[in-house]
């Protein structure tokens, strides 16, 4: 029986220099990831832009089963003693010291052939890992579906596999800006790995035959690809 397609929250903080780089690392490390843990959200990533993006900025990508369980899910940390206590300097934020500039979240649907979170080995041991986010951007529903069905029917993800292009999560965006599109995350052990990674897929037989099937062209079927680069926090689980 085919593995329950995930749905995730990436909620994204923008941030200005100074005390609240802080007081959000305390506010994930010690009431958010574990509040989501209670709530079976796990594994919680949590990651630092580094390349990309606004900066200072951190994001947090939380799993769960069922779109309810995360659309809902700010109501029930409320509920949680526990998050509130831990949370209290967070949740005190005022105009006169916020503690972040904006907040942003999306809600992504998890591809079928890339059901769940998959963490990275490294992860057990906090070893060195990159992690480069990629969003894809269709002029329209028709071609949206096209581009994935090249992930989830043919072939497209074996082959990323194959060479060294390792996922964290696939997912098609459901709620959020910039539709129809559909976010991807890779794993690298550092920048020359992923460049190794990504010569081998470009130069991949499959690859090539499959780019040059009629009507899934990227200029065909794809208007823009923004690549984002970014490394794990300390409270990350992923």
Known sequence: MPATRQYYLWIHYILRNGPQQRR?????????V??????????VGVFEAMVGDHAPAITVLAPFASSDAAIGYE???AGDGEFTRAADAYLKSTAIDPAYVRRETSLLHAFPNVPRIEVPAASASKGPRLFELRTYESPGETA???????????????????????????AQTVIGPRQPNFVYM?????????????DA????AAWKKLSATP??????????????????????QV
Do not use: C
Not at 186 to 198: C, G, I, S
Not at 227 to 234: D, G, N, V
């Open 201 to 204: 897929f470009r130069t991949d």
């Open 144 to 170: 949206h579906r096209s581009k994935m069905s090249m992930f989830t029917e043919m072939g497209e993800m074996e082959i990323f596999r194959r060479t060294g292009l390792t996922p964290v999560f696939f």
């Open 34 to 43: 574990p509040g989501l843990n209670r709530l079976g959200a796990t594994p």
């Open 186 to 198: 890779l794993v690298h052990e550092n920048l020359a790995a992923r460049e190794k990674n990504w």
């Open 215 to 236: 009507g899934y062209a990227d200029a065909e079927i794809i208007t823009n690809i923004t690549t984002q680069f970014l490394r794990p926090s300390a409270s990350s």
């Open 24 to 32: 959000m690392a305390d506010y994930l490390r010690d009431a958010l």
């Open 75 to 77: 109501a029930r940390l």
